[in-house]
């Protein structure tokens, strides 16, 4: 049995107290919700909630009281569940002996020394607190180390909110002009990036990208076979340095890092939000040739260094790799998956499950707009499942089969709900 709340399996549900918490709090927080959490509510407006109040293991519990088996997973940073037990005491042990040190500790060390080991081909880290930290210490270190500017990105991905991802960030106080160093090009297209190395020869210091493409809104897209290698090959011949942004993936296709996964090798790899398992922090990692450059870069932040997130770091790598972690998600996933396509294909819905089992992506087939998918997610967030119509979704190892049983019974529901209401797209 789900341990999901099964009191509340209607489609009504009250969302007062979150209500409520908005209108407060748009008047000293823009937008009343700040950051990536604003968007499942503003695209279905009073049907989702705004405020969490806890969580625990796959679950959390908004603000009025309401329980969701949680496929968002803090946008990725859940792995080990929400207040996991043994995870947040190493982190109580940490804080216990003060936070934020004005020197580097020991713990720091021990965390490189694991990372170096654990992800493939890496042999240092350096910390920050965000992904867009770990990409921008990327960033300066393939710079340093080829004495060139420019970056090549694919044209619809998303690393993070800094400046230099203007391109892909476009609006308000966001000029091009930040990031006039970004070439972009699509994804699977070695032969456009092979023309644009050639065209830029001798100013492109490094090519970012995710390990597989996972655009938001929209399908992801799996690479094709032989395209990483393809990849790795352009940026030997042309010298530029191969960046990985495995900040949304890291952890959940291989602990060793998805281009492991996927059969390549970059020079510089970028982590964050599984790592500390809901505590923040990020590390980009390189080859040893490199180390030298990063050694020489400026980079700094206030609560870099901070151990507490280092101390949750190490215990949750240690039990992602003691308990399967990653074959776990990936079976949970394609249950997942396998489920909603049933589903969805006994009310005459063609479902698509795109990306990996542990962070897979659905869409329906003509669903121009995603307004198909909002109406589906409005359903299963009703019953407690909590989706986004938009985005990609994160399984984690506290997600049981029973959770996806409960989930698969949300869908049947909400499948039929979407055929009474819009018929079919
Ligand atoms: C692929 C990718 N890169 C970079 C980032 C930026 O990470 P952060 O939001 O922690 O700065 C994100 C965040 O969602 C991401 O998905």
């Not at 080859?287 to 609560?303: E, N, Y």
Request: glycine share 10%; charged share 15%; net charge negative.
């Amino acid at each position: 049995m789900s341990k999901l709340d099964s009191s509340r399996q209607s489609a009504e549900i009250n969302f007062s107290r979150s209500k409520a918490l908005f209108e407060r709090a748009s008047h000293v927080i823009p937008g009343g919700v700040w950051g990536h959490n604003k968007f499942p509510a503003i695209y279905n407006p009073g049907k989702y909630p705004w405020f969490a109040r806890s969580g625990k293991g796959a679950y959390f519990t908004d603000a009025d009281g309401n329980q969701y088996i949680d496929y968002m997973c803090g946008y990725g940073a859940m792995i080990s569940g929400y207040a996991h037990a043994e995870i947040d005491s190493a982190a109580k042990a940490a804080m216990d002996s003060g936070e934020c040190l004005v020197q580097a500790t020991e713990l720091s060390i021990e965390l490189a020394e694991k990372l170096s080991k654990t992800v493939q081909g890496m042999d240092w880290c350096a910390f920050g607190k965000n992904g867009s930290d770990a990409l921008a210490i990327a960033i300066l270190c393939a710079r340093a180390a080829t004495g060139r500017a420019s970056l090549i990105c694919v044209g619809s991905a998303y690393h993070g909110s800094h400046f230099w991802c203007n391109w892909s960030n476009p609006g308000e106080g966001r000029p091009l002009s930040d990031s006039i160093d970004v070439h972009r090009v699509d994804w699977n297209d070695p032969v456009q990036m092979e023309k644009t190395l050639q065209s830029h020869r001798g100013n492109i210091a490094a090519v970012i990208l995710t390990p597989f493409h996972h655009p938001i809104p929209g399908p992801s897209v799996l690479p094709s076979p032989g395209y990483w290698k393809h990849v790795e090959r352009l940026c030997r011949e042309h010298g530029a340095m191969l960046v990985i942004d495995d900040v949304r993936t890291g952890l959940r296709l291989d602990l060793a890092g998805s281009h492991r996964h996927f059969g390549f090798q970059p020079d510089l790899v970028c982590m964050s939000k599984a790592i500390g398992n809901t505590h923040p922090i990020s590390v980009t990692l390189g080859r040893a040739g490199l180390l030298k450059h990063a050694s020489a870069i400026f980079a700094a932040g206030t609560f870099w260094g901070c151990s507490v997130p280092m101390a949750a770091a190490l215990t949750n790598l240690r039990i992602l790799h003691e308990t399967n972690a990653v074959q776990h998600m990936d079976m949970v996933g394609q249950r997942l998956a396998e489920g909603l396509v049933g589903a969805g294909s006994s009310y005459g819905y063609e479902v698509n499950i795109s990306g990996v089992n542990a962070i897979p992506t659905m869409t329906i087939s003509g669903d121009q707009d995603f307004e198909y998918m909002q109406q589906f997610a409005e359903t299963m967030v009703s019953q407690g499942s909590f989706i986004n119509p938009m985005h990609n979704w994160f399984l984690s190892a506290a997600h049981t089969v029973e959770d996806i049983d409960t989930t698969l019974e949300h869908s049947n529901t909400a499948f039929a709900t979407l055929k009474e209401l819009k018929g079919r797209p």
